[in-house]
């Protein structure tokens, strides 16, 4: 296993988001060049050696990611503005007006997949190849429940199953 820099989120008790991969071959520098994205661990298909110098033999690539946080330029405004002011410029018109109605987490989730729309094909190889690709939504606080609608239909274009931990 590969471990990365990753950052500890700045409160434990917000939402974060990762991208996780399994995959029967491909090489983990690949899916990191592709996306764009430093994962947080990897370990490649076929025999491996440990940091403790075990030989393993994985029968899959894994490869798992945080997704970065959004910021927004004036963290002490309420949620919606700063969605409508800070990133309208950056969303097509049509992008724009699904987030108006959505749930928060909704427009968390449609805002992070943002950056995938144009892995489309990347993701449809993963799947067509005996892959997977999940986005998983770690909750920080167990009783916090997050309400996902709009994203769901997004997530399913894409070809990404979701996981809620």
Known sequence: ???SRSQQPEHAEEL???IRIKHPSIDPAEITRL????????VAAGPNM???GVRRLHNETY???RLPSIATADPSRHFRENLLEDFAPMLAKDELVGLIGASEHD?????RLKRFDAKQDFFDRINREGGSVTLIVDRGEPHQPVVLKRALQKLSALGIALEID
Do not use: G, N, R, Y
């Open 63 to 65: 490869w798992i990611a």
């Open 16 to 18: 974060q988001f990762f």
């Open 35 to 42: 996306l764009d994205v430093e994962p947080e661990q990897t």
């Open 50 to 52: 440990s940091s403790a």
């Open 107 to 111: 427009a968390l989730v449609l805002l």
């Open 1 to 3: 296993m590969k471990p």
